[in-house]
Nanobody, 118 residues
Framework: QVQLVESGGGLVQAGGSLRLSCAAS????????MAWYRQAPGKQRELVAA???????NYSDSVKGRFTISRDNAKNTVNLQMNSLKREDTAVYYC????????????WGQGTQVTVSS
C-alpha cells in the first residue's frame, strides 16, 4: 500500500523560509509525477508545484521565483523549498504522487500545516 509522509511544516515569519519533504513508500513502480498542493481555509485545493520523473517542473504563478521543487527518484522523495514566504502562503500543504499502470493512480499525504505570520 502506497503511503506518502510529509514533514517540515510549521510557523514562520513573513519573508522567512521553510522546506517541506515527502517520502513515498509501498510502490514497486516509480511515480510519473510528484507534486505539492495546498488548501487554505475556505478555498479549494490548488497546485503549488509539480515535477516529473524526468525533472520537468511546473509552478503556479503565485510561487514562481520563490519556491523550488525537487525530487530524488531513487529514494521516492520530493521536497519543496519555500523562500520569501508571504501570509497568503498559509495553508495545509499536501504531497501528491501519481503513476499509470493500465489506469491512473493518485496518492495523497495527510497534509502539513504552514503558517506565515506578519
Amino acid at each position: 500500500q502506497v503511503q506518502l509522509v510529509e514533514s517540515g511544516g510549521g510557523l514562520v515569519q513573513a519573508g522567512g523560509s521553510l522546506r517541506l519533504s515527502c517520502a513515498a513508500s509501498g510502490s514497486a513502480i516509480g511515480f510519473e509525477t510528484m507534486a505539492w498542493y495546498r488548501q487554505a481555509p475556505g478555498k479549494q485545493r490548488e497546485l503549488v508545484a509539480a515535477i516529473t520523473s524526468g525533472g520537468i517542473t511546473n509552478y503556479s504563478d503565485s510561487v514562481k521565483g520563490r519556491f523550488t521543487i525537487s525530487r530524488d527518484n531513487a529514494k521516492n522523495t520530493v521536497n519543496l523549498q519555500m523562500n520569501s514566504l508571504k501570509r497568503e502562503d498559509t495553508a495545509v500543504y499536501y504531497c501528491n504522487a501519481e503513476l499509470s499502470v493500465f489506469r491512473r493512480y493518485v496518492y495523497w499525504g495527510q497534509g502539513t500545516q504552514v503558517t506565515v505570520s506578519s
